[in-house]
């Protein structure tokens, strides 16, 4: 009673990629197996603490971020490196970057990545609407003329990571090929991106792949919906 739903759906979401990826239980068990949680809201701790819970001995482990992760490493025997990654909306995609990085450095034999949030209190929207950061709307009409902000949403996530030709691996995932974590730095405001700087992550990704531009088949953007960001995501 006193976990935080979200660390509930990183467990069977988590069990779910590895089972997707053909493997079980019985055989994770001490396996050098990361897990790169991504995970940045946590209303879960001020509902415990306004509760009868709070004196329960496992308030404190179920609402805390770094254990999120550190379940599942404890329920599946997982003993490689375990590690929880707060970055707002991107958190899951440094998770991914993180789970990358740790293969190429043989620190891990797989890397199970897991994103989830959940909106559990009003508070948070209701303060980013008071900013003017949601839509009024509630859609998020991105790279849109009508965009006047975003819509907030709940999701959990989750994939296997494992160097190519690993046991099991009959060749028909994907591969990723390279990946770039870095912050916009000074910009107009905390919040507002920087042209500049996203310009220079994306080189350095496909750098990372060994790719030029021209040999993209496809672009997917985290889009803001709003009339300060859109351009200038674009533009980059």
């Given at each position: 009673k006193a976990m935080d739903p979200q660390q509930r759906l990183m467990l069977e979401v988590g069990y779910e990629a590895?089972?997707?990826?053909?493997?079980?239980?019985?055989?994770?068990?001490?396996?050098?197996?990361?897990?790169?949680?991504?995970?940045?809201?946590?209303?879960?701790?001020?509902?415990?603490?306004?509760?009868?819970?709070?004196?329960?001995?496992?308030?404190?482990?179920?609402?805390?971020?770094?254990?999120?992760?550190?379940?599942?490493?404890?329920?599946?025997?997982?003993?490689?490196?375990?590690?929880?990654?707060?970055?707002?909306?991107?958190?899951?995609?440094?998770?991914?970057?993180?789970?990358?990085?740790?293969?190429?450095?043989?620190?891990?034999?797989?890397?199970?990545?897991?994103?989830?949030?959940l909106m559990l209190q009003p508070s948070i929207g209701i303060t980013f609407a008071t900013a003017g950061m949601t839509s009024a709307t509630g859609h998020s009409h991105t790279f849109d003329k009508s965009a006047d902000g975003y819509a907030r949403g709940e999701a959990c996530c989750s994939t296997l990571l494992r160097v190519r030709n690993a046991v099991g691996d009959d060749g028909s995932h994907f591969a990723l090929l390279g990946s770039c974590v870095r912050c916009d730095g000074k910009s107009a405001s905390l919040t507002a991106p920087n042209g500049r700087a996203q310009e220079a992550l994306l080189r350095a990704a496909l750098a990372d792949a060994a790719l030029t531009a021209d040999e993209l088949a496809l672009a997917a953007a985290h889009g803001t919906g709003t009339a300060l960001g859109d351009p200038i995501e674009t533009g980059s």
């Open positions: 590895l089972h997707g990826a053909r493997l079980e239980r019985s055989s994770l068990e001490g396996t050098i197996t990361g897990v790169f949680a991504g995970i940045a809201a946590n209303d879960w701790q001020d509902i415990v603490k306004n509760s009868k819970m709070a004196r329960s001995v496992y308030a404190a482990t179920g609402a805390s971020l770094s254990i999120a992760s550190g379940r599942l490493s404890f329920v599946l025997g997982l003993q490689g490196p375990c590690c929880a990654y707060d970055t707002a909306c991107s958190a899951a995609l440094a998770a991914n970057h993180a789970a990358l990085r740790s293969l190429q450095l043989d620190e891990c034999v797989s890397g199970l990545v897991v994103g989830v949030s």
